[in-house]
């Protein structure tokens, strides 16, 4: 069963401290615009209709990134893209909007995630482990 978009945003806003459903909205889009642009294939469309469909258009949306970013520079370019942001506030951002796509996602499809993304993502997921 896919997670309606109010359901989404409310544990995004929940996650993350969020004072507003507009802050939380604009952390989801960013973040899942970085990470459709390095998630391809079947795991792209697989986590895509997991999520709900404006989530999903923002993660099938991008080009393939030309290089696959760290997990430190996923967090540096969550940080340009979001106003007033700096890598602190972004890491939180990245962290609230990633752990509920992985929960969205389950154990079996995030494993698969993670196997196309450089090492460390797991923390951003909020795994605590690599999986």
């Given at each position: 069963?896919?997670?309606?978009?109010?359901?989404?945003l409310?544990?995004?806003?929940?996650?993350?401290?969020?004072?507003?459903?507009?802050?939380?909205?604009?952390?989801?889009?960013?973040?899942?615009?970085?990470?459709?642009?390095?998630?391809?294939?079947?795991?792209?469309?697989?986590?895509?209709?997991?999520?709900?469909?404006?989530?999903?258009?923002?993660?099938?949306?991008?080009?393939?990134?030309?290089?696959?970013?760290?997990?430190?520079?996923?967090?540096?370019?969550?940080?340009?893209?979001?106003?007033?942001?700096?890598e602190?506030?972004?890491?939180?951002?990245?962290?609230?909007?990633?752990?509920?796509?992985?929960?969205?996602?389950?154990?079996?499809l995030?494993?698969?995630?993670?196997?196309?993304?450089?090492?460390?993502?797991?923390?951003?997921?909020?795994?605590?482990?690599?999986?």
């Amino acid at each position: 069963m896919v997670m309606r978009w109010d359901a989404f945003l409310a544990a995004v806003q929940e996650r993350g401290e969020y004072s507003t459903p507009q802050e939380a909205e604009r952390a989801v889009r960013v973040v899942l615009a970085l990470l459709g642009a390095h998630v391809v294939g079947a795991e792209r469309a697989e986590l895509a209709a997991r999520l709900p469909e404006s989530c999903a258009l923002v993660l099938l949306d991008p080009l393939p990134a030309a290089e696959p970013l760290t997990p430190e520079r996923f967090v540096r370019a969550t940080a340009a893209w979001i106003e007033g942001a700096n890598e602190e506030t972004a890491k939180w951002d990245v962290g609230a909007v990633l752990s509920v796509v992985a929960d969205s996602a389950g154990e079996e499809l995030m494993r698969r995630v993670l196997l196309q993304l450089p090492p460390g993502y797991d923390l951003l997921f909020g795994r605590s482990q690599p999986t």
